[in-house]
């Protein structure tokens, strides 16, 4: 029993941590792309509104940068305290790939962050624009090894094993695995949801407050235009994923679902409590034959259920509520999105001119890319198990020997200390939305 109870602690430990740490590159990966394009408009408009603008979500960025650095440094010290037989077995593999996260991404990124940030009128501007670029290029590239490792773990091919150990037999086969274009599309598409609703809720509460700068009004125009944009396409994006995990991990669609025993024509449950003692669902409320519609694009397309994959598939409940999350945060991001730029245009672009509803509705979505991001996160990561790399080595074979107490002890530290720093984080960016000016002073000229 203690030896289950140190598993289920490991796990919540990097579940933590990993939580924790995501929220942070789910920001930069996008926002730096977001003030690539504020640094481009203000060279090509010589306005001020895209220079402040710039100076302002610059602040925002370095912010997220340095608790995403920090977090992600104590999240690889768990692989040897926590899953020590998960480098012994799959090092070969997964050391690579993260080095190259280190050596090109984030060294790229580090390198160039000092003259994004404080470079402004000691270095030329294509110099500055240049660095600006190079940074945004880095934590995409970051992003790019850090889902191949993962979509490994998913969806492995291209090794051979030796004595228990994973080997490479082809580095492209194992960094373009089969569900990594879909992983990385769908993460980047999610990175830039998460920042359009920041850069529409920071706008909304300066509207909301009387604190509206020159550049609130443009940048609330760009979040809701990207998230206009992006939202359709992370549906379709979200659709060719859906097809491919019910391909390589039918076990992950089937809990899901909902679905327990093998059928055609699976309804989609709009809600239902799964019940994985009586292998059934309470409280249904299903739209007959849509599953099956949405995953196989036949109307009697076949869904395998849980029942064959006894002692082999994840647990139910938390991938059924978790995927419903996420698709119904997208969804309100459509709605959102849509309704806003819609309006906004029809006010001819007069920011003061929007209803307060439709800002306390992006105000209060502000950080909905995060939830959205969390539950789809646990549904990919929670769909994996029992697997820690699907369907040849078990996530209790490679974890530490670690009393149980200790995990538990150091774990209770890292929620205390996480919870703070969100309050903290969430604190500083309202503040800076409220008191832009301090936010902005001291910046270059």
Known sequence: MEALDALVLARLQFAANISFHILFPTINIALAWVLMFFRWRWLKTGSDTWLTAYRFWTKVFALSFALGVVSGITMSFQFGTNWPGFMEKAGNIAGPLLGYEVLTAFFLEASFLGIMLFGHGRVGERVHLAATFLVAF???LSAFWILSLNSWMQTPQGFEIINGEFHALSWWDVIFNPSFPYRLSHKLLASGLTV???L?????????KGKAQP????VLRVGLTLGAVLIPLQIWVGDMHGLNTLKHQPAKIAAMEGVWQTERG???LLFAWPDEKTRSNHLEVPV???ASLILTHEADGEIRGLDEFKGAHPPVRPLFFGFRVMVGTGLLMLAFSWAGLWLYRRKQWQSQDLPRWLLRGLALMSFSGWLATLAGWYVTEIGRQPFIVYGLLRTAD???TTPAPSIALSLAGYLVLYLGLIVAYISVIKYMAEKPLDATAGSQP
């Open 215 to 218: 550049w609130t009004a443009a």
């Open 398 to 400: 490679v974890a530490s």
């Open 196 to 198: 359009a609703f920041i």
């Open 266 to 268: 699976a309804p989609l």
């Open 138 to 140: 880095g934590t995409t």
């Open 200 to 208: 529409a809720g920071v706008s909304s509460w300066q509207l909301l």
């Open 288 to 290: 007959p034959k849509l």
